[in-house]
C-alpha cells in the first residue's frame, strides 16, 4: 500500500507521541489523564511522531493548515502494533481521496509514506534529525521534498531462491594436490612444517609461477553483469527489476550493513592478545565509498562496479595472482603446466562450449549471480566454497613493488607481525564481510584461503560461515539474520534510486560514513551531454534506519548481535532540500575519499614511469585504455623508503615491472627485511616493532613512559555519596576501621581501592594511602626510567651481545628468544609529551570507565562522574624545552632544546612535521644485530648502538641541577652529547627523506 499526500503542509498534522515502553505506558497515560484531562493530554516531543487519527477531519483551505496548539495524542498506539498502524493507514487513505486538494496544485513537492517490501505497511512517521532542531510550539520547518519510509521484518523463508541455469555449464571445480585434507581441520594448515621441516604437499606447490609466464588470455576474462546474457534472460523471464554480480553487490551491502548496525566493531576475542589494542573497526579500503552503473535495459537494470579513472585493476598483481593461483590450486600439475607459455601443448579453456559454473537466485526485485570456485561433497550444504587468495601484508600495502616485498616470511602462528595470525586479523577487519556477503549469494559454505607472497605460498586455511560470523557478528548464525535484513534493505534504495531518472541507465555512489547516523547516496544519469543540456542533474537520498527488539527499540549494534528476539527494522529514505551546487559539492567529497594514489616503484622516476607505462599489463591480448595520471603517484622520500609505502593507507596500488637494476648490498639486505623488537631487560617487557625504516620516524619509544612516575597527590578530603541507609549497620559497613584497612591494604589495583572508596564516606580517609600505594605501584610497572632498554633485530647472532650486556648474567643467552619469554609492555595510543603527566591523566579516566562501564548506554553514576577528580592527582609537567635523556650507565646527556625542532612542513600526506624528539635520540642508539639491514638509506652504523643495553631516563635539567646540590652527580659531572646526537639525526633524516636540513654549527 503507498499512501500520497500531494503537499507538504499536511506534516503539521503528523503528531509526536511520548516514548514508552510497555511497562510503564499504562502508568504514564493514566499519570497524563489526571494531570491534564482525559481529553487533552499534554503534548510531547520524540522520535517517535504518529499518523493523526482518521476521525480528524483534514482542512478545507489553506488558512486551516496549521499545527494544532495542543494536540492529540492516540496512547493505545505503540510501534509494536503493526496491525493498528495498518488500519490507521487504510483509512487515512481513503479519507484523502475523497478532499479536494485542486487549491493546493502550485505545490510540487510529494511527501510519500510506502510500505515495506514485504507488503507490511510502516507503523510510523520518522521524524527526521532537521525536524527535531525546531521548537515544538512552532510549525517544523520541512528539510526534504520526498520522504519514503518502510518496515524489513522476517519472512521465515530464505531471501534467496536458487534459480535453474538457462545454458549448460561446466562442472565445479574440485581441490587438486591433496588440499581437500584443509577442509576437514579447523584452523591454518602449513604447507611446511616449521618444526620438522616436512612438506604437508607437493613440493611443486611451493613455488608460485610468475604472473608474466602464465597465459591468461587463454582462460578467459570476467564478464561483467550487463554483458552476461544468461543474467539478462533470468531476469527478465522472472520479472525482477535489478540484476546483480557479487562483485558489483558486496560494496553496496557492506554500506547497508555499517546503517543498519550503527558501525557495530568486529569480534577479535578468538586471536590471541598481541590484537587487544589494535583496531576493532572496519578498514578504510572497507569502508570506501561504492560506485557503481545501472545499466537500464527494457526494465531491467544490470548493476557493474563502476570502473574509475584511478582504477587501475588491470596492472594490479594481485588481480592476476589470484586468477592464476585458483587454476594452481584445482588443476593437475601437468594440465596446469600447459597454461604458461613456455608449453609445448598449450591449453585453452576458451574454446570449451560451456561457461564457468554460477549459481542463479533470486529475491523479491533481484536477481543475483554467483561463480563456484569449488566444490566436495563431504563438505556440508551444497558442499560449495569459494577460493580466496590472501597475500602477506607488505605487498598488500605496496603492490607496484612487489618483487621487493616478497622476502617477507610467515614464520610463526601467533603474533603481531611474520604470523598467520596477523593475516587473519587483517582478513576480519578487510575481507570477512565481503567473503560472508559472497557466501551467501553463492549459497557457500566457507571460503578457502591460501596465504602466499608472490613466490611462495606459506599455508592454507578453511573458514566456515560459522566462524566468520563469530568474528563479524559475535555469533555462528546471525549472519543469516543481517543477510535477511540488508537485501530487501537495499532493494528499498535502488527502487527509490530509480524513480528520478526512470528507462535510463544511472550512475549510483553510496557511502556510509563511520559516526554518522545516515546512508548518503548519489545519482546522476550516466549518458549526460552538458554541452547541450547544462550540468548533470545530482539527486541526494538520505537513508536512516532505526531498529527494534521485540518492539523495543534499540541500537543498531545490540540487534545485530541478539540471536532470539523478533528483530524489525523502520527505515526513512528522504530526499533533503539541497541546491544542486551543494549537492555537487558533497559527491565531490565522496569521490575523493575514492582516491587512490601509489607509491612509485625503487629507482624509477615519475618521467620513467609515464614512459613504461603502456608495457603495464598482464593480459597480453588486449591493452588498458587507463591513461598515466602523475597525480596518483607519490613522490619518494628517499630511493629505499619503506615507511612512506608501508604507512600509506591507500597505498594499494596495481601493477608490476621487472626489478630494478642491482641495488648495493645493505639496500638488499633491508628489503629481505630484519624486524626489530624493543626489549626492558630489568622489567622483562617488550614491545614488537617492523623495520626501522617503517616506524623510525613514528618514534615507537615516545609511545612509552621514559620518565619516572609522578608523585600522587590526593586531596585531603573528597565527600563520596553517604551509603545506603539499608547498608549502613550490615555487610562491610559494619566492620571496624582495623578490618577495613586491612582490606584495603590487599587490594592491589588502584582502581578498585577508588571504586570501594566511594561506597562509604568514612572509607575515604582510610583508602587515601591505598590508592597512592596502589597507583604508585601501578606507573613504576608501566615506566622504563632507569631500565637496561634494546632494540633487537631478529637477524642478531646468537652469541652477538652490546658491550654493556657481555657479563655473566647474559654469558649464553640470545637476545632475539627474549622476545617470546617477555609480556607485552604497555604502550600509550598517542606519542607522550614531554614527562607524560598529561596522558597518564587520561589513562586514569580510562581506567575508571573500563569493563564495567564502556558498553552501557547511559551516563556514568554520579559517584564515578565526580572521581575526575582523581585525575587532578598527578601534577602537571614542566616545559619540553628544559627536559634532557639521561644514560645512567655512562653519565652522558641529551638537551631537548638541542634537537631539530623547527624542520618545515612536508607535502607527503602521511605527517605534516617531523616530531623530533628525546625518545628518536634513544633509539637512534640502543639498536643492536649482527644484519646491517635497517630499511633506510642511511648508510650509518645505526644497527650497533653505543647505548644499547644501557639504563636511561627523561627527566627535567633542573633535577640534575637539585641531585648535584644534594651530593649526587650532578650536570657539571655528565657528559653532554647534544650537539653529536643532534648531528647523527640530522643525517638520518637527511638521507631517509631527502629534505633541507638546518646547516650544522660544527
Not at 545516515?518 to 545530482?538: A, C, K, M, Q, Y
Not at 539527486?539 to 545485530?560: H, I, M, R, W
Not at 565522496?590 to 609515464?610: C, H, W
Not at 591493452?623 to 630511493?639: I, K, M, N, Y
Request: charged share 25%.
Amino acid at each position: 500500500m503507498v499512501l500520497r499526500v500531494d503537499h507538504l503542509h499536511c506534516l503539521a498534522r503528523i503528531r509526536p507521541r511520548p516514548r514508552l515502553s510497555p511497562q510503564c505506558h499504562s502508568r504514564h497515560r493514566s499519570r497524563n489523564l489526571s494531570k491534564h484531562g482525559a481529553s487533552d493530554p499534554p503534548h510531547s516531543s520524540s522520535r517517535h511522531p504518529i499518523l493523526p487519527l482518521p476521525t480528524d477531519p483534514l482542512p478545507d483551505s489553506d488558512s486551516d493548515i496549521r499545527p494544532d496548539p495542543a494536540p492529540r495524542i492516540n496512547h493505545d498506539y505503540h510501534p509494536k502494533s503493526f496491525a493498528s498502524a495498518l488500519s490507521v493507514l487504510n483509512n487515512l487513505e481513503n479519507e484523502l481521496k475523497s478532499q479536494d486538494f485542486s487549491s493546493y496544485q502550485q505545490l510540487p513537492d510529494t511527501l510519500v509514506v510506502e510500505d515495506s517490501t514485504d507488503g507490511q505497511s510502516s507503523n510510523r512517521e520518522t521524524e527526521s534529525d532537521h525536524d527535531r532542531d525546531c521548537p515544538p510550539h512552532l510549525p517544523r520547518a520541512i528539510k526534504y521534498t520526498r520522504r519514503v519510509d518502510g518496515v524489513i521484518e522476517s519472512k521465515g523463508r530464505p531471501v534467496l531462491e536458487d534459480l535453474e541455469p538457462p545454458f549448460p555449464q561446466q562442472p565445479i571445480a574440485r581441490l587438486a594436490h591433496g588440499l581437500d585434507r584443509v577442509l576437514f581441520n579447523p584452523g591454518v594448515y602449513w604447507f611446511q612444517d616449521p618444526r620438522s621441516r616436512v612438506y604437508n604437499f607437493p613440493t611443486w606447490l611451493g613455488n608460485v609461477p610468475s604472473v608474466n609466464d602464465f597465459s591468461f588470455e587463454r582462460v578467459g576474462t570476467f564478464v561483467s553483469s550487463s554483458r552476461d546474457q544468461d543474467l539478462w534472460t533470468l531476469a527478465k523471464r522472472e520479472d525482477r527489476t535489478f540484476a546483480g554480480s557479487t562483485s558489483s553487490l558486496t560494496g553496496l551491502l557492506s554500506h547497508v550493513y555499517f546503517l543498519l548496525s550503527g558501525d557495530r566493531e568486529v569480534n577479535t576475542l578468538n586471536i590471541s592478545q598481541h590484537f587487544d589494542y589494535e583496531s576493532k573497526g572496519f578498514t578504510p579500503g572497507q569502508r570506501m565509498p561504492t560506485s557503481v552503473v545501472l545499466r537500464h535495459n527494457d526494465g531491467v537494470y544490470a548493476i557493474d562496479s563502476d570502473k574509475k579513472e584511478t582504477d587501475l585493476a588491470d596492472r594490479n598483481v594481485l588481480t592476476w595472482l589470484g586468477t592464476m593461483l585458483e587454476k594452481f590450486l584445482t588443476m593437475p600439475q601437468e594440465q596446469f603446466s600447459r597454461l604458461l607459455y613456455a608449453s609445448n601443448d598449450p591449453l585453452d579453456l576458451t574454446k570449451i562450449p560451456e561457461r564457468e559454473a554460477y549459481r542463479f537466485s533470486k529475491s523479491e526485485k533481484f536477481v543475483m549471480r554467483s561463480q563456484l570456485d569449488c566444490q566436495d561433497p563431504r563438505v556440508p550444504g551444497t558442499g560449495v566454497f569459494d577460493i580466496k587468495t590472501r597475500a602477506v601484508f607488505p605487498i598488500r600495502m605496496d603492490v607496484m613493488n612487489y618483487e621487493e616485498n616478497s622476502g617477507y616470511l610467515i614464520r610463526k602462528l601467533h603474533g603481531p607481525l611474520e604470523s598467520f595470525e596477523k593475516e587473519y586479523y587483517d582478513l576480519i577487519r578487510s575481507a570477512f564481510l565481503k567473503y560472508s556477503f559472497q557466501a551467501r549469494i553463492g549459497n557457500m559454505d566457507g571460503v578457502f584461503v591460501a596465504y602466499h607472497s608472490t613466490n611462495r605460498i606459506f599455508g592454507f586455511q578453511y573458514i566456515p560461515l560459522d566462524e566468520m560470523d563469530e568474528c563479524l557478528f559475535g555469533g555462528a548464525g546471525r549472519g543469516d539474520r543481517v543477510f535477511e535484513k540488508c537485501v530487501p534493505f537495499l532493494e528499498a534504495i535502488l527502487s527509490e534510486a530509480i524513480t528520478y531518472f526512470p528507462n535510463q541507465s544511472l550512475k549510483l555512489t553510496m557511502e556510509k560514513r563511520e559516526g554518522e547516523g545516515s546512508l548518503n547516496v548519489f545519482i546522476h544519469p550516466e549518458d549526460w551531454n552538458e554541452t547541450r543540456e547544462g550540468p548533470t542533474p545530482i539527486v541526494q537520498l538520505d537513508v536512516t534506519v532505526e531498529n527494534f527488539l521485540d518492539g523495543v527499540s534499540v541500537p543498531g549494534a545490540k540487534a545485530v548481535g541478539n540471536d532470539t528476539g523478533t528483530w524489525v527494522s523502520l527505515y526513512s529514505i528522504s530526499t533533503p532540500i539541497f541546491s544542486q551546487d551543494e549537492i555537487r559539492t558533497r559527491l565531490l567529497s565522496v569521490k575523493e575519499r575514492q582516491f587512490r594514489s601509489y607509491n612509485l616503484p625503487t629507482g624509477i622516476s615519475l618521467d620513467a614511469m609515464e614512459a613504461r607505462w603502456a608495457d603495464l599489463s598482464f593480459d597480453k591480448s588486449r591493452t588498458s585504455d587507463v591513461a598515466f595520471d602523475r597525480r596518483l603517484w607519490r613522490p619518494r622520500a628517499g630511493e629505499c623508503h619503506a615507511a612512506a609505502r608501508a604507512r600509506a593507507g591507500g597505498a594499494r596500488g596495481d601493477g608490476t615491472w621487472p626489478l630494478n637494476p642491482p641495488l648495493p648490498r645493505h639496500r638488499l639486505l633491508f628489503i629481505m627485511g630484519q624486524f626489530w623488537c624493543l626489549l626492558n631487560l630489568d622489567k622483562c617487557q617488550k614491545e614488537s616493532l617492523v623495520k626501522l625504516g617503517e616506524c623510525f620516524y613514528e618514534g615507537p619509544l615516545s609511545h612509552i613512559l621514559l620518565s619516572r612516575p609522578p608523585p600522587i597527590k590526593l586531596v585531603p578530603y573528597f565527600k563520596p555519596p553517604p551509603a545506603s541507609p539499608s547498608f549502613k549497620h550490615t555487610g562491610i559497613h559494619g566492620l571496624p576501621n582495623e578490618m577495613v584497612d586491612q582490606i584495603f591494604g590487599h587490594l592491589g589495583d588502584y582502581v578498585d581501592c577508588i571504586r570501594l572508596a566511594l561506597t562509604g564516606r568514612r572509607y575515604w580517609n582510610l583508602a587515601r594511602p591505598h590508592i597512592k600505594r596502589a597507583m604508585a605501584a601501578h606507573f613504576a610497572s608501566l615506566s622504563w626510567a632507569g631500565d637496561r632498554i634494546i632494540c633487537v633485530g631478529n637477524n642478531n647472532e646468537p652469541d652477538d651481545l652490546p658491550p654493556a650486556l657481555k657479563t655473566d648474567e647474559f654469558l649464553g643467552v640470545d637476545l632475539r628468544k627474549l622476545e617470546d619469554k617477555f609480556q607485552d609492555a604497555f604502550t600509550f595510543s598517542r606519542p607522550l609529551y614531554g614527562l607524560g603527566r598529561s596522558s597518564l591523566c587520561v589513562k586514569i579516566m580510562q581506567d575508571l570507565r573500563k569493563d564495567r562501564y564502556d558498553l552501557l548506554d547511559k551516563p556514568l553514576p554520579r559517584a564515578l562522574s565526580s572521581a575526575r577528580i582523581f585525575m587532578g592527582c598527578i601534577p602537571k609537567g614542566t616545559d619540553a624545552d628544559s627536559l634532557v635523556l639521561r644514560n645512567l650507565s655512562k653519565h652522558k646527556f641529551v638537551r631537548y632544546s638541542e634537537l631539530l625542532l623547527d624542520l618545515a612542513p612536508m607535502e607527503q600526506w602521511y605527517w605534516s612535521r617531523l616530531d623530533v624528539d628525546l625518545a628518536w635520540a634513544a633509539l637512534a642508539r640502543i639498536c643492536w644485530s649482527t644484519d646491517e639491514g635497517i630499511a633506510m638509506a642511511y648508510d650509518g652504523d645505526l644497527h650497533r648502538g653505543v647505548w644499547a643495553g644501557d639504563r636511561l631516563d627523561i627527566i627535567p635539567i633542573e633535577e640534575m641541577q637539585d641531585e648535584g646540590n644534594a651530593g649526587e652527580a650532578g650536570v657539571a659531572e655528565w657528559e653532554d652529547v647534544s650537539t653529536a646526537v643532534a648531528r647523527e639525526l640530522r643525517l638520518i633524516l637527511h638521507a631517509e627523506f631527502d629534505i633541507p636540513m638546518p646547516p650544522s654549527n660544527e
